[in-house]
């Protein structure tokens, strides 16, 4: 699926940039060999690099050159805080995080000061997984989130906390 979104894009554009996020290194490297085959240039960013290799890789997908690398495949955790990827305008979560911020700063990556283009973000999701209580933990922090800083009382509060758990336990 994730091939076909990119071909798509690439036949909309051939410029078009993207970023391929996962919390997985080896989802990563197991992504290039079809990258390869698919007549994708691209370039990897993940916690095995020194920063120093990591600057270089997001100066060079910067690089609005015709020749430059149109994929990035990025660990969620690897890149740091600062990052700005605003080169691409396509970005593909392959696997949910338990904590919904850290989804939320890589979109940051790409909607940063200087983005041009309007950013397409797409979750990659498998039906009846683990995945989908994933996102169904995430919604559930937001809530809390929401909550806390809102003006909820506290009966929704301790509702919500128990809504929570029960979901936990689900896993």
């Known amino acids: 699926m994730l091939?076909?979104?990119?071909?798509?894009?690439?036949?909309?554009?051939?410029?078009?940039?993207?970023?391929?996020?996962?919390?997985?290194?080896?989802?990563?490297?197991?992504?290039?060999?079809?990258?390869?085959?698919?007549?994708?240039d691209f370039l990897r960013l993940d916690g095995s690099m020194t920063a120093k290799k990591r600057a270089e890789v997001i100066e060079e997908f910067g690089e609005q050159k015709p020749e430059s690398p149109t994929v990035l495949l990025a660990s969620l955790k690897a890149a740091g805080v600062g990052i700005n990827l605003t080169a691409a305008s396509r970005a593909y979560l392959l696997e949910p995080w338990w904590n919904p911020g850290v989804e939320q700063q890589a979109m940051?990556?790409?909607?940063?000061?200087?983005?041009?283009?309007?950013?397409?973000?797409?979750?990659?999701?498998?039906?009846?997984?683990?995945?989908?209580r994933i996102l169904e933990l995430q919604e559930r922090k937001k809530d809390l989130t929401r909550v806390a800083f809102g003006k909820k009382g506290s009966e929704e509060l301790k509702q919500m906390r128990l809504d929570k758990l029960r979901t936990i336990m689900r896993l």
């Open 108 to 132: 940051d990556w790409l909607h940063r000061i200087g983005q041009k283009k309007a950013v397409k973000v797409v979750r990659l999701i498998v039906k009846n997984s683990i995945e989908e």
């Open 3 to 40: 091939l076909k979104f990119l071909v798509s894009s690439r036949e909309e554009s051939p410029c078009i940039k993207s970023v391929v996020f996962s919390q997985f290194r080896k989802m990563l490297i197991l992504l290039e060999e079809p990258l390869k085959a698919a007549g994708f």
